[in-house]
């Protein structure tokens, strides 16, 4: 048995420590690993009828990945410019709402951390208490509060700074403040976490040398809860990516995300490898691209983890 094992059962007994490797074995190899390799099976293989799976017809192919850069076979456009658009405009979308939620977040976490009180602990339960409501509901507010007839139309029609309803449904604007909206939780806590642990004399002490609010932050607050930063970064961006309820539900007619162009392989085509095809895709690009932030800004797995 290897040495940190024996450590492990030392230090929690051989039943619950058995039971604990037990739980995060299953999590780990049956809900995230298992899953994934059944659709990266399924995303090699062409869509037959039932009797025919398992045939000499059912061999691995590549049709499913060159049908999301080329198109059909035969098609008229040499690129499958829809779906190729769908794909990274649903990329550059979830960086927005990451950047977005990064910024409206921080402040929030650095305010909880470094304040003591009573008030923190409500402020605290005003963030919480939202959450206790199903998210298709809370959708479903936001698309009343942002629609033609809204609570926000009306407030902005009464001040006169518009003189008709803004479509904030068609422009994406109520999509977008949905999916912040949805996962600002994910980034407040991780970053609070971080700074809460941050020495205070650290902050006094740049303080009385004369650093500026801005250098405080950049020189002492920021290094510091850069895994907390990663972290929640991380978590907002890959949900954003692969939302699929807010964009069904507070997406425009010309907004079609990702998610959606697979759901609708999976169910309105009943075409599972080609969704599978999609699927595998959204999520190496989307993990490359984590992986390429946290290495441009020198934060490594054990940081997130912390």
């Given at each position: 048995m290897p040495s940190f094992l024996r450590e492990f059962f030392k230090r929690n007994g051989t039943g619950m420590g058995s039971l604990m490797l037990g739980l995060v074995l299953f999590w780990t190899i049956g809900l995230i690993i298992l899953p994934q390799l059944s659709m990266l099976d399924f995303s090699f293989r062409p869509n037959l009828p039932p009797p025919e799976i398992g045939g000499p017809r059912d061999v691995y192919t590549l049709e499913n990945y060159t049908y999301l850069i080329y198109g059909p076979e035969g098609g008229s456009q040499d690129y499958n410019a829809v779906d190729l658009k769908v794909f990274f405009r649903t990329l550059v979308a979830a960086v927005c709402v990451t950047v977005f939620n990064l910024i409206l977040c921080y402040p929030i976490a650095y305010y909880l951390a470094q304040t003591k009180g009573n008030h923190i602990r409500i402020f605290a339960l005003m963030l919480i208490i939202p959450y206790w409501i199903?998210?298709?509901?809370?959708?479903?507010?936001?698309r009343i509060i942002f629609g033609?007839?809204?609570?926000?139309?009306?407030?902005?029609?009464?001040?006169?700074?518009?003189?008709?309803?803004?479509?904030?449904?068609?422009?994406?604007?109520?999509?977008?403040?949905?999916?912040?909206?949805?996962?600002?939780?994910?980034?407040?806590?991780?970053?609070?976490?971080?700074?809460?642990?941050?020495?205070?004399?650290?902050?006094?002490?740049?303080r009385d040398m004369g650093a500026s609010w801005l250098k405080i932050h950049q020189r002492v607050v920021i290094p510091y809860a850069k895994p907390g930063i990663s972290s929640g970064c991380t978590m907002v961006f890959m949900l954003s990516a692969g939302a699929l309820a807010a964009p069904q539900i507070l997406g425009g007619p010309s907004s079609l995300w990702f998610t959606q162009l697979i759901y609708q392989q999976f169910n309105d085509n009943s075409d599972w490898p080609q969704g599978a095809a999609y699927a595998v895709v959204l999520l190496v690009t989307c993990i490359l691209l984590v992986l390429a932030i946290m290495r441009l800004f020198k934060v490594n797995m054990g940081d997130i983890g912390k």
């Open positions: 199903n998210e298709i509901l809370r959708a479903f507010a936001l033609e007839t809204g609570v926000l139309n009306n407030m902005l029609v009464g001040l006169g700074v518009f003189d008709t309803p803004f479509d904030f449904i068609r422009n994406d604007i109520a999509l977008y403040a949905g999916l912040g909206y949805a996962y600002i939780l994910l980034m407040i806590f991780p970053i609070y976490n971080v700074i809460e642990s941050l020495d205070r004399n650290q902050i006094e002490a740049a």
